[in-house]
Each structure stands twice: as structure tokens, then as C-alpha cells.
């Protein structure tokens, strides 16, 4: 968790040097070269080192993670982030909540385990990713 | 093989074609097709058709033929979630984007696959429609990322032609994960995988499901031709009975 937590720290330090302006228009073509999970723990370095922010809490702006809102809160000690918070988050949509009960079906459960095998691409929820770095960016704007 | 990643709609999207006559021009048209797209039907942009349509500047008749197409695919999805889907917000402005980003993945795979390619995937922020086989001759095979750790993946599936897509939400802190089962409530979903006939259905019933929470994994097993796997904040996660027949060993 903590190099992905840092690597969404490290991608939001770019955009806030891109200059993140409106949703739909920051990053020019071939800014990220290679996807996400593939984003180097060499290059973390000199953006968490270099990188001193004021201390305090900063809430990040609501972004439309397509489905629905999404707002950080970065908080910061010592110049350094020591969490980030999740306010809001696409959970719920839609006016009608009425849903049929649904027959309990033959549903097989497991406890999630790290495979190794090797893919050819990955599919996660990289839209609501983005959302938060786009909150995340805009709280850590404030703390500097 | 020819493959590319591009950030563009605020996703990275990857283009990787296998075919052996596989032409630079193929995958341009591909990415040329993302930004049309975009520039059309994109809910940020103020001057895409459907901010005309937000602002009032053009009625329902004037709609092209493709953004009908999206509202038609918006209200049949409403209506087969029972309301979990809605492109409508609580402002009263439409956002279709839930609708366009598979729909515009499965238009991208028929554009390669009309031109005489056989095998490629296209990904637009880990929704993927994948066709043939890789560039080693064996079956696409797609992870499914952890939601606790971007760098692993969990599951690994052989879609066989279908799409596939996930939904989810941004993890709140790594101490909530629990990989030892300690109750038996019911924990919020974080991350659902679905498996369709296509991209489309697979991204726009991934959102809906999604949106229903612990239901949303029955819904999938409900529904004819989709296959789903969901993953829960304590680690556990639910698969629908024919789930199993795509995972790669």
C-alpha cells in the first residue's frame, strides 16, 4: 500500500507541475508514456525529497470521478503528508433504491491473494483514481 | 506489434496490435477515433454536442444519430438496474460518460477488426476489449488489480473475446484491509470485475452493479451473458458461478 500510495503522490506532484487545468484538458498526448502501475519507485525520490509542504489539513476540490463526486483531504506534518483522507467517493446514484430480492445465487467466495502470472494488460478503477488525484492535487496546491 | 499509450478522456488508453501486418496508420486511426469522441461527446468540454444539448443550445431532434445511440444505451441500462444507473445528476445536466467510455472501446475494436486486424486489445482505463491472441500466439490473458496495492494483480482471466471492466472506489487507508475473515457481515465493495459479451455491456453493468453495493454481485449472476468478480474492503471477495471459466491458471 505504501508504494501505491506514493506513486498517487508522485502522480499528483506531475499534474500539479503540468498545471492541472479544467477536467478533459490537462495532459498532452503521450504524457504518461507507460500505465500507471508501471511508474518506477526510482522516480519517487527526488518529488518526496524535494517536495515541502505546509503543515495543516487541505481539502482538495470535489472532482467528478465520472460516476459521482470525489474529494480529498491531504493532511500534513513536518512538511511531509502523513494521510489522506477520502471524503466522498462514488457509492451511491440514482433515485430508486428498490431492488428486487434477488435469489441467493451460487456464489463462491475467497480471500484475495497476489498471483503471479504473467498478463498482458490489467483492468482496475482507474477513472476514480484519476478523480482523486485530481483532489489530491489541487489540496496539495494549497500546501505550498 | 505495434502498441502505444496515451493519456487522452483523463485515462491512460493502450492500443497493442498483434497482428504481424499491423500498420502505424491503424493504430493513429485508432486514437484518431478517442480524441473524435472526446471532442464530441465529452461532458467537460463546452463545446461538444452533448454541452450544446445541457445548455439547451440544441434540442432532442437536432441529436446526431451516434448520441442518440448513448442515450438509448443510458435509459435501457436505467431500466435493467432497476434505477442504479442514471446519467441524469442531481443538477438535472446529463452525463453520459458513463456510457461512452465502453461505448467508445467496442467502436475503436470494430474500427481495428474492419480494417482486416485479428488480433489487438484496446484499454481505456483498465476497460479492455481484447481480440485473438498476443503476439505470442496465446490467449490475451488480463489481471485484475488489487484495489489494495496498484502494483499486483489478483486474478487472472482469459476473456476470451469478451470485455471485461471494473468499477470501484479509491481505498480509504491500507488498515482496513483484513485478509483473515473475522465476521460474517457483509463488507462494502470496493472494486467489481465484470466479463460481457462485449465492452459495453461489460463497463456499463460493471457501473451499475457497482452503484447497487453487496447486491450488485448478485445482480451480475442474475444476468444472462455476464460474469462478475467482486472484491469487498476486508479482502474478501465474491464470484459469480460461471466466473471460473476464465481464470487463467
Known amino acids: 500500500m505504501k508504494s501505491s500510495f506514493f506513486a498517487y503522490v508522485l502522480t499528483a506532484a506531475a499534474l500539479l507541475g503540468a498545471g492541472s487545468a479544467t477536467a478533459g484538458t490537462w495532459g498532452s498526448p503521450g504524457m504518461l508514456s507507460t500505465p500507471a502501475p508501471q511508474i518506477g519507485g526510482a522516480l519517487l525520490e527526488p518529488v518526496l525529497s524535494g517536495q515541502h509542504y505546509k503543515d495543516g489539513t487541505f481539502t482538495g476540490q470535489v472532482a467528478d470521478a465520472y460516476y459521482g463526486p470525489l474529494q480529498v483531504q491531504a493532511v500534513v506534518q513536518n512538511g511531509a503528508i502523513t494521510s489522506v483522507n477520502v471524503l466522498t467517493y462514488p457509492k451511491d446514484r440514482g433515485q430508486s433504491r428498490r431492488i428486487n430480492n434477488y435469489a441467493l445465487p451460487r456464489l463462491q467466495q475467497e480471500v484475495i491473494q497476489a498471483q503471479n502470472v504473467r498478463v498482458n494488460m490489467v483492468s482496475g478503477a482507474t477513472l476514480t483514481s484519476r478523480a482523486y488525484l485530481r483532489s489530491l492535487a489541487s489540496a496539495l496546491g494549497q500546501a505550498q | 506489434m505495434l502498441r502505444d499509450t496515451r493519456l487522452m478522456m483523463n485515462m491512460p488508453i493502450t492500443v497493442e496490435i498483434a497482428d504481424a501486418a499491423a500498420l502505424p496508420g491503424q493504430l493513429e486511426a485508432t486514437y484518431a477515433h478517442f480524441a473524435a469522441v472526446d471532442r464530441r461527446f465529452s461532458f467537460f468540454r463546452p463545446d461538444s454536442e452533448i454541452s450544446l444539448y445541457n445548455r439547451g443550445e440544441i434540442t432532442e431532434t437536432q441529436l446526431s444519430p451516434e448520441l442518440r445511440e448513448i442515450f438509448t444505451l443510458a435509459q435501457h441500462t436505467k431500466i435493467q438496474s432497476h434505477g442504479y444507473f442514471d446519467i441524469r445528476r442531481p443538477d438535472g445536466l446529463l452525463n453520459p460518460s458513463g456510457i461512452v467510455k465502453g461505448w467508445a472501446i467496442r467502436n475503436a475494436a ?82 467489481l470485475t465484470v466479463l460481457g459479451k462485449d465492452v459495453l455491456e461489460a463497463d456499463r453493468f460493471a457501473t451499475a452493479a457497482f452503484a447497487m453495493g453487496q447486491t450488485g454481485i448478485n445482480f451480475i449472476e442474475d444476468m444472462p451473458d455476464l460474469e462478475g468478480y467482486a472484491v469487498a474492503r476486508d479482502g474478501i471477495a465474491t464470484r459469480t458461478s460461471g466466473f471460473g471459466a476464465f481464470v487463467a491458471s
Open chain 2, 110 to 191: 470494430r474500427l481495428l477488426r474492419d480494417s482486416g486486424l485479428r488480433h489487438f486489445y484496446v484499454d481505456a482505463g483498465g476497460d479492455i476489449q481484447s481480440m485473438g491472441l498476443n503476439a505470442d500466439g496465446q490467449p490475451w490473458v488480463i489481471g485484475i488489480r488489487n484495489p489494495f496495492n496498484d502494483a499486483e494483480i489478483i486474478k487472472a482471466v482469459k476473456p476470451q473475446g469478451r470485455g471485461m471492466a471494473t468499477s470501484g472506489s479509491y481505498v480509504r487507508g491500507a488498515h482496513i484491509y483484513n485478509p483473515h475473515r473475522t465476521n460474517t457481515e457483509l463488507a462494502e465493495i470496493i472494486s
